[in-house]
């Protein structure tokens, strides 16, 4: 199994992508390429396809699959908002490779079972673990998620929400030699490989959980019986000065339990949203999602300390587990991290590969990031969603080749 990863800034479509090829080429030594990844700016939308059919060409894949951001991530660097495209190339002997594509129209009527395993050709029984892009404007990721999740129970996937594009139309998907602006893609892959992910959050809980008293869709008049917006100033009054002037920034957020079972919660147990409006008149919240009577949620505060503590952690975390080191990455960043976060660009990357090594990595920043936390694959918001990919252990290999 062999990754890698090339990246180009050029202004010139058709340069960026002759770079990009020439970096993997290279890398690959001459070993066949199973699966092109393809992340690439909006800037370069004019090009396309005929940029697609020259990849194609010079790399070879079984299966290409992309899709544009607002940002490119590769090669250790993060660029942002700017002409940029990266591609990351596997040889993958011995892996099975499911590529799909979902229309609107297919995932508005999809359900979970039958619909998902025809559509993929992957049996739940392979143990895939899944690459999934999906365009926000025109598609629900939250019902293909929950028909993925009811199919593929517990198996891994990552992957985003793309990015780019102010329009419905404006956000492309790459599937072979095909541009889509509309639906999802993914891939499936079965066989010897392995995943693991990584979903750091940047974020911690301040003040203390509420359960949700009164709410309607994504307003929140109650919290703990209590008027949420007059909570709210109650936990900004408990901080400390360096805190409260991070609050001031716009750094608040709000934190939705993934488990309410849980005896107590701490950061990385919740799916982080924004705050989206409020209503002093009324004491109520606005956020970015549904919210339900009953649910736990905290208020979280969001900085580049523990941004970078969390990923060093969680990285450190899986650099000791078994199956010996990662071969290669895929990243898909939040909007909201990278310079607007840190400060700096190439943060996120290099914290990886300071743990990693030069690991071959690639991605881009998305408007909501997929990955699992406990078994469950979620859409979360200011994350760094990490795949991590290595050959299985040769005894397990051995006893279930999928």
């Not at 693991?196 to 301040?206: A, E, M, V, Y």
């Not at 339990?257 to 950061?267: D, I, L």
Request: with cysteine; net charge negative; hydrophobic share 40%.
């Amino acid at each position: 199994m062999r990754f890698t990863s090339g990246i180009s800034d050029a202004v010139n479509a058709r340069e960026a992508v002759e770079v990009a090829c020439q970096q993997v080429l290279e890398q690959l030594g001459g070993a066949p390429c199973h699966l092109a990844h393809v992340f690439a700016s909006t800037i370069y939308r004019a090009a396309w396809p005929s940029l697609l059919d020259y990849l194609s060409a010079q790399l070879k894949p079984h299966v290409l699959i992309g899709c544009s951001g607002s940002g490119i991530i590769g090669g250790g660097k993060e660029l942002e908002w700017v002409p940029a495209i990266s591609v990351v190339a596997a040889h993958l002997p011995d892996v099975r490779l499911f590529p799909f594509v979902v229309t609107p129209d297919e995932l508005e009527l999809s359900s979970p079972g039958g619909f998902w395993v025809d559509k993929i050709g992957a049996s739940p029984d392979a143990h895939p673990v899944f690459v999934v892009f999906v365009d926000p404007q025109t598609s629900n990721p939250m019902k293909l998620l929950e028909g993925l999740n009811a199919t593929y129970r517990t198996r891994p996937m990552i992957g985003g929400l793309v990015s780019g594009g102010n329009e419905p139309g404006e956000h492309f998907l790459f599937m072979q030699r095909q541009v889509y602006h509309e639906g999802a893609v993914g891939v499936a892959m079965t066989g010897n490989i392995m995943m693991d992910t990584i979903i750091s959050q940047g974020c911690r809980p301040i003040g203390r959980p509420f359960v949700v008293t009164k709410a309607e869709e994504n307003v929140i008049w109650q919290l703990g019986g209590q008027q949420a917006l007059a909570v709210l100033h109650h936990v900004l009054f408990g901080l400390s000065p360096e805190d409260r002037e991070l609050a001031q920034r716009g750094s608040v957020f709000l934190g939705l339990a993934m488990n309410e079972m849980r005896p107590a919660f701490g950061s990385g147990d919740f799916l982080i949203r924004n705050i989206v409006g409020i209503d002093p008149e009324q004491g109520a919240i606005a956020i970015a999602d549904h919210i339900q009577v009953g649910q736990t949620v905290q208020f979280q505060l969001r900085d580049p300390s523990t941004s970078r503590q969390e990923l060093r952690r969680l990285l450190a975390q899986v650099a000791h587990g078994h199956g010996g080191p990662p071969v290669g990455g895929l990243l898909f960043n939040c909007t909201g991290r990278g310079k607007s976060l840190y400060g700096l660009s190439h943060q996120d990357v290099k914290t990886i590969q300071m743990v990693n090594g030069k690991l071959p990595i690639g991605g881009f920043f998305c408007n909501g990031e997929i990955g699992p936390v406990g078994g469950t694959n979620f859409l979360h918001g200011y994350t760094a969603s990490l795949g991590l990919f290595r050959p299985l252990p040769a005894q397990r290999f051995a006893k279930d080749p999928a």
